[in-house]
């Protein structure tokens, strides 16, 4: 501000003193008025560099939440895996073991309609079925 007053002396050195403080006034005014639009300025660029900082921070803590969920679906991804390896081996135990109690089944059944004393018996199996299925037959050809 000094700079810009002596400066304006120097100009009008020439002039008369009531001009010289009439031009002086309105430099000062000018010089204020540019100091204000200033420091607004430099207000305006200090919340900016704030805003830019706090958004900086807040994509930091953005790309930490994104890289800890894609761990935890990756995770999730081989439980569900292993999961299912297991479910399969379940089944395949399971089908074994509904041939092993159809086998015992079938011994047990043997076991019943054998003989030991020389009697040989036959069993007939869907009888009401079979005799269902001839009834229907011979209706068919009456």
Do not use: P
Not at 56 to 75: G, P, V
Request: overall charge negative; aromatic content about 4%; proline content about 0%.
């Amino acid at each position: 501000m000094n700079v810009v007053l002596h400066h304006l002396k120097s100009i009008n050195h020439s002039k008369t003193t009531s001009q010289m403080t009439t031009d002086s006034l309105q430099a000062t005014i000018q010089l204020q008025e540019i100091d204000e639009t200033v420091n607004i300025l430099s207000d305006g660029v200090t919340t900016l560099n704030e805003d830019r900082q706090r958004l900086i921070n807040e994509s930091i803590h953005q790309q930490q939440i994104l890289d800890s969920l894609t761990k935890d679906c990756s995770t999730l991804k081989i439980s569900i895996q292993e999961q299912n390896a297991f479910l399969d081996g379940t089944k395949v135990n399971q089908e074994i073991l509904q041939q092993d109690l159809a086998s015992m089944g079938q011994k047990v059944t043997d076991m019943k309609t054998r003989s030991y004393d020389g009697t040989l018996y036959w069993k007939i199996i869907n009888v009401q079925e079979t005799i269902g299925q001839q009834f229907t037959l011979c209706l068919a050809f009456f």
